[in-house]
């Protein structure tokens, strides 16, 4: 409410005024005399209303009309307003201090260093479990301080992780503790490439992690063998979650849908959560993405000869031997595809170290040429789908390291590239229309997005 400061002359005292501060004043008058008239009875019927219109603020309204009125500048209604507001604390004099935690620093040695009472430690100790991260300071976190006049702690904040701050604050002799979670902001993002070297190269230029194209893979490996079936062309789109604390990136979350189109076959994934809580990857039609075998039996990144060079990682033709090769690394770790119970383990002619393992009562796995066995591996015994069953190697008639791996169904041989897979179980029907109007969302979202996304890149 500063005075008008210019260089003009002040305008005389006119009728106009005259006439404004009486009328004010006399507006003035006759709200005070209807508070103090009414003020204790309203109070007494209802507390909360008219705390603010005590009598100090009624006498600073008087004041101020009488300072304004002499210096022939009245703009009351404006200054009533203001002098009416709640009235606050005190404000203390606190110094604030931030500390950066180095090894060796505790909230002991922090108190000694800035001479607060070691009463008030103990006190702060004695809160219990809400202050073990205080018990521990882990170098490189931040502390904030800020003590009062007297010089005691007046409040701390300590940063436990990324997620979590621990507060105290001073309460009389006492202190308050809380823990407070920052608010953890989740963008949905889109994303979408094209491949032309490898997998990962076409992610990396979409934007995206390994981890978030590995977990791309794993919601497709039981439909496409990354390892040996990716080409030039192939593409992929996805909408995943990213979560943002105070507007920085604090982690990339799950795929939320996803689109792969491998050698002109599209694929397409829909994560949902049924109300009983179950999470998974399931097809627009409400098929598990989960079959009951994985396409490839070996960590597609631990393939040796990939994609894009020369020589495909498919030594020999699948007429031939009736199997798949895969060339890898030795000792590269072999998967079984799928659950199943191990009916041969050993050496047999050409195939060196073999396993041997039974599907239910129609599907046979083999995985050939191998370095060694998993410890624990034996007849009899039953493995999980992605259970490492034994390690790559070039025993028996191998030119080099690789798995050969044959899928055999009622007996005969098929190609494990091809063959259709029994697909695990469908949606549930309680949960059906939940997912259709979940899963129409997400798609509608994935090919809106699309269009636009092209547009930019070009
Ligand atoms: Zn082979």
């Not at 004695?126 to 018990?135: D, W, Y």
């Not at 997620?163 to 308050?176: E, G, Y």
């Not at 695990?424 to 939940?434: E, G, S, T, V, Y």
Request: cysteine-free; proline content about 4%.
């Amino acid at each position: 409410m500063g005075q008008p400061s210019g260089p003009q002359k002040r305008a005389p005292f006119t009728r106009l005024h005259a006439v404004i501060v009486l009328a004010t004043i006399m507006f003035i008058a006759t709200l005070a005399s209807f508070f103090s008239n009414d003020a204790e009875a309203t109070r007494k019927s209802d507390p909360t209303q008219l705390i603010q219109l005590n009598e100090q603020a009624l006498s600073q309204i008087h004041l101020s009309l009488k300072e304004e009125t002499s210096n022939k500048e009245v703009f009351l209604p404006v200054l009533a307003r203001e002098e009416i507001q709640p009235e606050q604390e005190p404000a203390q004099e606190l110094k604030q201090t931030v500390i950066k935690i180095k090894s060796g620093h505790s909230l002991s040695t922090l108190f000694k260093k800035h001479h607060f009472s070691h009463q008030d430690l103990y006190r702060i100790m004695q809160k219990g479990k809400s202050t073990k991260a205080l018990r521990n300071l882990q170098p490189g976190r931040m502390l904030e301080i800020e003590s009062n006049a007297e010089g005691q702690l007046y409040s701390l904040s300590y940063q436990i992780n990324r997620l979590q701050s621990i507060n105290v604050l001073r309460a009389n002799d006492d202190f308050d503790i809380e823990t407070v979670n920052k608010p953890v902001e989740k963008r949905v993002n889109f994303s979408q490439g094209g491949i032309q070297s490898s997998l990962f190269e076409a992610g990396k230029e979409a934007g995206l992690s390994d981890a978030l194209v590995m977990e791309m893979a794993g919601i497709f490996g039981w439909d496409i063998d990354f390892a040996l079936d990716i080409r030039r062309g192939d593409k992929f789109s996805i909408l995943y979650e990213e979560q943002f604390i105070e507007g920085k990136k604090y982690q990339t979350g799950t795929i939320l849908a996803a689109e792969f189109t491998n050698q002109g076959k599209t694929f397409k994934a829909i994560r949902f959560t049924d109300k009983s809580g179950r999470t998974s990857y399931y097809t627009p039609e409400g098929l598990s993405m989960r079959k009951t075998f994985l396409r490839s039996p070996v960590d597609f990144r631990r393939i040796s000869s990939r994609f894009g060079k020369r020589k495909h990682p498919v030594l020999k033709r699948w007429k031939l031997h009736k199997g798949v090769d895969y060339a890898a690394r030795r000792g590269t770790p072999i998967q079984s595809s799928g659950d199943g119970k191990i009916i041969f383990k050993g050496r047999k002619g050409g195939y060196g170290r073999v396993v041997i393992v039974q599907h239910g009562s129609r599907y046979q796995t083999l995985y050939a040429h191998m370095n060694g066995f998993k410890r624990g591996i034996r007849v009899g015994k039953y493995v999980k789908q992605g259970q490492t069953i034994g390690f790559v190697g070039s025993s028996g008639r191998a030119t080099g390291p690789h798995l050969h791996y044959e899928f055999r169904v009622n007996g005969s041989h098929r190609n494990p590239l091809t063959v259709k897979l029994p697909n695990a179980a469908p949606i549930k029907a309680a949960f059906k229309n939940d997912f259709m109007a979940h899963t129409q969302r997400l798609l509608s979202q994935l090919d809106t997005h699309k269009p636009t996304q092209i547009a930019l890149n070009q």
